[in-house]
Every structure is written in structure tokens, then in C-alpha cells.
């Protein structure tokens, strides 16, 4: 028994109650096991998703296969307007395809906006990108020679997402990854299984419409252990772009180095904000609040460590104390509602034990620390813990709302203390001190991949490069020239002259 009835912009989606399929290869298929799709705010069945069957994995890579060379031979430009087209038709259905992330994922419906418009605005980067990839003309040391650099598809790339953007993620990927003239396959987290269908649908539509080989953009849904070992075990994809946990890209970078595969691997974060002490507070406490709480503390890019000065602690604690009081916690889709579930009765398991483990290791819970009651879903208090900087539990991620808050006295000690935890993604410094600025951004500053000053650790826009260091995984998405990971670089010496002349002033006469 499910509750699609209950939602009527599920219909508008093109999702059904039950069975809905869960491949695509230009045509709909599914003959594995049957998914539900649970909404975290009940732990109720919304719809059924019928994965894949092993043996359906292989019908999507030659269908794809099919279509590799058509798609790259398309002038860049036209490859742009279709990627604009999907852009607008994701913008037609925003409300709706809200809704779903929200429902399904469990984030606020705010947030969930956010996210179907970060989808649309790298359809719009995409699009004026695919009229500027370029390469280098290169002065030559040879007479009537020109050195040059020329861009070209990777073929096809494989694209696995997570839970917690189901959406965006594949947008910052997809979108340029198509533009670059690549075929791609996505595998959404199964968890998520009707937003990676609806917004499947979404792109079939404009692809048909538009005379586009379907199967340029191809969905599986299925368990990593069977569909994702498929994907990183196959030689044909020139790309893996994957994100997840730490664990899971540390087995594909070993699989997919160890055949000398790419891969764009962005994992665990473990982010910190430092406090200095001339930082405007009124900043500190909005961008920590939304860092720490947004998406029930479930971003790669949460805020996880708050290191403040001694002389702004007890006044940043005692106010985010009572910020945190303020927040309102229940269904994602309520009006109001600053905090839903988290996604999984799995991640209130990972919040229970893990505050057991801090209090362990002499952490001291000031703010909230409980599992919440209500309605069946998985909610839990957003938490803030004092604890030391070199508590072993600080190094780790939990994927769940809780923050650690810290005292320091010297500015160089924080940052120090940001860059000893193996993960580096996102940080940001709070201060009005150009020196302490510049320092920060520099070689002895941050070590991370996103470094920030007077504002949030997330929230990124979509026109940087997103990733991090070393643990995050090197990878870099979405923005600035993150689309080279998606093409191979030539570089080409012509001879448009009469003799032979070697470079390093060789003579082999």
C-alpha cells in the first residue's frame, strides 16, 4: 500500500503508484527488484520503483554506445541549446519537482527550490560554455610551425549521485559533461529513486522532442553493490564521477586508477568556520545557523567544527543557543519548517551513537541531543557539543546535525586546527583583518578546496569549480574550467612548411 494519492504532483511528474521503471536506455525498462520509496518525515511508502536487473546494465551501455558518435560530432553549440532546452523544461516543473525532493529526500521545500534552480542555472553556464571550450595556440620554436591544443569527448561517462542532492549533482555533471559531447549514464541513489526518474523523464522529453538520441542521457536504478560495481568495473567509461562517502571513493578510485581510468570523486567535507576576534557576530551567527542546521546537517558542506575566539565564546554559544530554540522542526513540505527528517532511520541511528561516542570521549552536549518523536519520521534535534580539537571523533564525519563548538586563543592554532582532520572541502574565516585574510586564503592557510571569509561554508554557486582535498577526493565540478575533466587534451605541433626541422635544435642529418 503506498501514499501517492496523497501527493497529486507526483502524476504531473509522470510517476505512477507502483512499478514505475528504473531503467532507461532510450526506452523504459526494469526487471530487478522492486525499490520503496519511503518518505523520512513517516517512514511511509510513497510509490515502487522496479530496479535493475544485472544483465539490463549492459542494453544501457550499447545503446549509448549507439549514440557516442552522432552526439559528438554535434557542433558544440547545438549540444549548448539542448542542454538549455532541458534547463527550461527542469524550470516548468520546479514547483513540482520541489515538492518531490522534499518529500522524498527530506529537506525543506526552500531548500529544495534551491536546488532545482541550481540544476537550471548550470543549464544556463553550460549553454554559453558550449560557445567558448577552448584550447591554446602556443608559439612554436621551429620555423612555419604552430603549436596548438584541441578538446575532444571523453565518450561515455559515468555519473553516481547521492541522497542528499539528488537533483543539482547530476546538473552540475550532466549538463556540462554533454556539452563536452560525452554520452552518460546516471545511477541516483536508490533512496531517492522518483526524483532520479522524474527528472529523467524531463530530459527524455526535450532529447525526443528535439531529435536527440534519448540514450545520450541513460538512467539505472540499483544497488551500488551490483549497478555501481558494474559502472566503476567498466573499462568503457573515459569518466566515474561519483559522489559519497569517503569509504565508497576510496574502493572506486582504487578500481578505476587501477585501470587508469578518471574519475571526479567528491566525498566527505568535515568543514569548519573560524571565529576571530574582530568578526562581526551578527554574520557568525546567521551563516553558522543555516551551515550547521541546513538539510539537517546533511550537506557535504556542513558546517561540522566552530572554532571562536576565547573572548567571543560564551557570547557566540549563548546566542546560537538561543537561535537554535527558534528553529522549527517537522515536515520539509510545511510552511515555516526550518528542519525535516533526516533522510534515513539508518542516519538517527549514526546521531544516537555517535553523540554516545563524543560524551565518550569528553564531549558535553550544550545545545539539543535528542531523537524526536514525531509522527513517525526521523527527526532529531539539531546539537551543538563542546569538545577538544583533538577528540578522535573530530576527524570523523557524521552525516548528521551535530556541531562542535571549540575555544581558541591564537588565530594560527585555528587554523591549524582546520587543516588536521584528513577531509577538505569547505571552511571560512570570520574577520575584518586583511592580514588575517590573505593568510587564510595563502600556502600556510587553509588547506581546503573551498575557502571562504565572512560567509557560510555551503551554499556554493554553481560558477567556481566545486570539490575539495584530500579525503574530499581532488575532484571538481560545476564551475570555472572544471569542464576539462570532461574532455582529452591533444596537443598537436603542425608543419605548414618545406623542411624538417627538429625542436632542441637537434641535427639528424
Known amino acids: 500500500m503506498t501514499t501517492f494519492n496523497e501527493y497529486p504532483f507526483l502524476a504531473e511528474l509522470g510517476i505512477k503508484a507502483e512499478n514505475n521503471d528504473g531503467v532507461f536506455n532510450g526506452k523504459w525498462g526494469g526487471s530487478g527488484d522492486v525499490i520503496k520509496c519511503l518518505n523520512p518525515t513517516n517512514n511511509k511508502v510513497i510509490a515502487t520503483v522496479r530496479g535493475a536487473a544485472p544483465e539490463?546494465?549492459?542494453?544501457?551501455?550499447?545503446?549509448?554506445?549507439?549514440?557516442?558518435?552522432?552526439?559528438?560530432?554535434?557542433?558544440?553549440?547545438?549540444?549548448?541549446?539542448?542542454?538549455?532546452?532541458?534547463?527550461s523544461a527542469i524550470r516548468e516543473k520546479i514547483e513540482p519537482l520541489s515538492k518531490l525532493i522534499s518529500l522524498e529526500m527530506g529537506k525543506i521545500y526552500i531548500e529544495a527550490k534551491g536546488e532545482v534552480q541550481e540544476f537550471i542555472d548550470v543549464c544556463d553556464y553550460a549553454t554559453g560554455l558550449s560557445r567558448s571550450i577552448n584550447g591554446q595556440v602556443m608559439p612554436?620554436?621551429?620555423?612555419?610551425?604552430?603549436?596548438?591544443?584541441?578538446?575532444?569527448?571523453l565518450g561515455l561517462v559515468g555519473i553516481i549521485t547521492a541522497f542528499n542532492f539528488p537533483c543539482a549533482v547530476l546538473g552540475w555533471n550532466a549538463a556540462i559533461s554533454m556539452i563536452c559531447g560525452n554520452v552518460q549514464l546516471w545511477k541516483g541513489a536508490s533512496?531517492?529513486?522518483?526524483?532520479?526518474?522524474?527528472?529523467?523523464?524531463?530530459?527524455?522529453?526535450?532529447?525526443?522532442?528535439?531529435?536527440?538520441?534519448?540514450?545520450?542521457?541513460?538512467?539505472?536504478?540499483?544497488?551500488?553493490?551490483?549497478?555501481?560495481?558494474?559502472?566503476?568495473?567498466?573499462?568503457?567509461?573515459?569518466l566515474i564521477s561519483f559522489t559519497g562517502s569517503t569509504e565508497v571513493g576510496r574502493r572506486i578510485s582504487s578500481t578505476v586508477h587501477g585501470y587508469f581510468g578518471k574519475t571526479i570523486l567528491e566525498l566527505g567535507g568535515n568543514n569548519a568556520i573560524i571565529v576571530a576576534e574582530d568578526a562581526n557576530v551578527e554574520l557568525v551567527l546567521r551563516a553558522v545557523l543555516f551551515a550547521s542546521v541546513g538539510t539537517t546537517g546533511q550537506r557535504c558542506t556542513t558546517c561540522r567544527r566552530l572554532f571562536v575566539h576565547e573572548s567571543l565564546y560564551d557570547t557566540v554559544l549563548e546566542r546560537l543557543a538561543k537561535a537554535y530554540k527558534t528553529i522549527k522542526i517537522g515536515n520539509p513540505l510545511e510552511e515555516g519548517v526550518l528542519v525535516g527528517p533526516l533522510h534515513t532511520q539508518g542516519a538517527v541511528k549514526e546521531f544516537t551513537e555517535g553523540l554516545e561516542e563524543i560524551k565518550k570521549q569528553g564531549g558535553k552536549v550544550v545545545i539539543g541531543g535528542n531523537k524526536l518523536d514525531i509522527g513517525g519520521g526521523n527527526f532529531v534535534e539539531p546539537t551543538v557539543v563542546a569538545i577538544e580539537h583533538d577528540a578522535p571523533i573530530v576527524k570523523t564525519e557524521l552525516f548528521v546535525p551535530i556541531l562542535y563548538i571549540m575555544k581558541f586563543k591564537n588565530l594560527d592554532d585555528a587554523f591549524a586546527w582546520n587543516n588536521e582532520v584528513p577531509q577538505g572541502l569547505s571552511s571560512s574565516l570570520f574577520t575584518n583583518n586583511q592580514k588575517n585574510i590573505f593568510k587564510w586564503l595563502g600556502p600556510t592557510g587553509s588547506d581546503c578546496g573551498i575557502v571562504n571569509v565572512n560567509v557560510a561554508t555551503n551554499g556554493a554557486e554553481i560558477g567556481g569549480a566545486f570539490g575539495g582535498e584530500k579525503e574530499t577526493g581532488g575532484g571538481r565540478e560545476s564551475g570555472s574550467d572544471s569542464w576539462k575533466q570532461y574532455m582529452r587534451r591533444s596537443t598537436n605541433t603542425i608543419n605548414f612548411g618545406d623542411n624538417m626541422p627538429l625542436s632542441q635544435g637537434i641535427n639528424f642529418n
Not at 547545438?78 to 532546452?85: A, D, F, H, S
Open 56 to 87: 539490463e546494465y549492459e542494453t544501457c551501455i550499447q545503446a549509448m554506445l549507439a549514440a557516442k558518435e552522432k552526439w559528438a560530432l554535434t557542433p558544440a553549440p547545438r549540444r549548448g541549446e539542448i542542454v538549455r532546452l532541458i534547463g
Open 140 to 153: 612554436s620554436e621551429r620555423p612555419n610551425h604552430i603549436l596548438m591544443e584541441t578538446w575532444n569527448p
Open 191 to 238: 533512496t531517492t529513486s522518483l526524483i532520479t526518474l522524474a527528472v529523467s523523464k524531463i530530459i527524455e522529453k526535450v532529447l525526443v522532442e528535439n531529435g536527440v538520441d534519448p540514450a545520450v542521457c541513460c538512467t539505472i536504478i540499483g544497488p551500488g553493490r551490483t549497478v555501481g560495481e558494474q559502472m566503476i568495473q567498466d573499462k568503457r567509461f573515459g
